[in-house]
């Protein structure tokens, strides 16, 4: 037998464990850079099985199927095509794709058969016969992304089912899944170049959305996590091990984080980075996610469609956004005080019939002087580091205390103000 020859990918985990230090840079191209620390207790946002079905299979109805997806996704990202194979400079930190026809080893391995046939089982056995992933229209063999990309799939696990529940009623469920892991690996081979800065539009806005969903520190581990996946997959002599890289990366993933970055890569197939943008708002979750782009990547969610690029490095994330975008920053909200006439008007307004200004939120009687518990302060009744404005409206005469004790939080939303307890 001859020796098995395989692409290790001495991929260095650029990217630390550690959390909190990392920043995100804004560059509109008009102020200063603004350099925003991400709140490191981002979750990703819930999305549950059956709105994650419902806006699948409304997604799909939209979507052009493509019949080759591999070279889909490819000019999708208008990422170049490659033979599947991959060198790795360690010292330029460069991956390099081989030339079309290149190969590094000579021919297909015996456990590389076998890993095929592996998988055509595999297919066979979940109710998809035949070249369900599709990862056999450009090598007889599952190599180089198309190993990537069954992991991937494996990773999904119950996601996946979930997507083929959702598109049962089209005309070719399983092309439609198939479409999906391959979307997503190239978008997160893409991710994983050392120093990559994403220039093309859609995988900017997905990008920038996919943050806003999962949070800095997942999106992070997502990066790590695929290196990992890369070196494994490559490595693999068996559909089992490349089973075990897939779940391991599952793990990492997490089903809120597949849940959205499978509703993402679905609403990206196709689609033009504009027609990514208009999408967004209407799938589910999106509401946690806007609230989560404003303390993740410091922009409003409605601004995602003016992201140009998003450069990712070791230590930050730097978001590039369309030169007239600067007023789709946070700082859109205005100033972060209230003016003094609007605290004094709402002081005034505040005063019940005996001429007593009252705490909106306890009936406490309010003092001018600061420093007290009852001391009157302008909250902003929808919170500022939300997208909540510095105009009158937004404007709560509270005491000191209720105004700690409410912090970032939003009446009827995630705090019960004390007079109604
Ligand atoms: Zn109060």
């Avoid at 191209?29 to 709140?39: A, N, S």
């Avoid at 003094?340 to 309010?366: I, M, P, V, W």
Wanted: aromatic content about 6%; hydrophobic content about 40%; proline content about 5%.
């Amino acid at each position: 037998m001859k020796p098995y020859c395989t692409v290790v990918l001495l991929l260095v985990l650029l990217l630390g464990c550690g959390t909190g230090s990392r920043v995100v840079r804004l560059e509109t191209g008009r102020t200063d850079t603004l350099v925003f620390t991400p709140r490191s207790t981002a979750e990703p946002v819930e999305v549950d099985d059956v709105e994650f079905e419902e806006s699948m299979a409304k997604l799909a109805q939209d979507a052009r199927l493509p019949s080759r997806p591999q070279e889909a996704a490819r000019q999708l990202f208008e990422v170049d095509a490659r033979s599947g194979s991959y060198t790795y400079e360690i010292r330029g930190s460069h991956l390099t794709p081989l030339g079309p026809g290149e190969h590094l080893a000579g021919g297909s391995t015996a456990a590389e058969v076998e890993l095929t046939r592996a998988y055509l089982r595999w297919c066979e056995r979940t109710g998809r016969p035949g070249d369900c992933l599709r990862l056999l229209m450009e090598s007889s063999i599952v190599n180089g992304d198309g190993r990537f990309a069954l992991a991937m799939a494996l990773a999904k696990g119950v996601v996946l089912d979930e997507m083929l529940e959702a598109f049962k009623d089209m005309a070719d469920p399983h092309a439609m899944v198939a479409a999906v892991p391959w979307t997503w690996t190239t978008y997160m081979v893409l991710l994983s170049i050392p120093d990559v800065t994403v220039s093309k539009g859609l995988a900017a806005v997905m990008t920038a959305t996919l943050i806003s969903y999962v949070g800095v520190d997942t999106f992070w581990g997502l990066i790590v996590g695929f290196k990992r996946l890369m070196e494994d997959a490559d490595r693999a002599t068996t559909f089992d091990e490349l089973r075990k890289a897939g779940e391991r990366y599952g793990k990492v993933m997490g089903q809120n984080a597949a849940r959205a970055f499978a509703m993402l890569t679905m609403a990206a197939i196709g689609n033009t980075a504009p027609g990514l943008a208009a999408k967004v708002p209407k799938l589910p979750g999106s509401i946690q996610a806007a609230a989560q782009a404003e303390t993740q990547v410091g922009i409003r969610l409605v601004a995602l469609g003016e992201v140009q690029t998003v450069a990712v490095s070791a230590e930050n994330l730097t978001l590039t956004l369309a030169p007239g975008a600067v007023a789709m920053t946070s700082d859109a909200r205005g100033p972060r005080r209230f003016s003094k006439a609007d605290r004094d008007a709402a002081y005034d307004k505040s005063q019940d019939t005996t001429g007593r200004a009252r705490c909106e939120y306890c009936d406490e009687e309010l003092v001018r002087e600061s420093g007290q518990s009852k001391s009157y302060e302008a909250d902003h009744r929808k919170p500022y580091i939300k997208g909540g404005s510095s105009s009158a409206e937004n404007l709560a005469p509270s005491c000191r205390a209720c105004n700690r004790e409410k912090g970032a939080r939003e009446v009827d939303v995630d705090w019960v103000p004390p007079k109604e307890r």
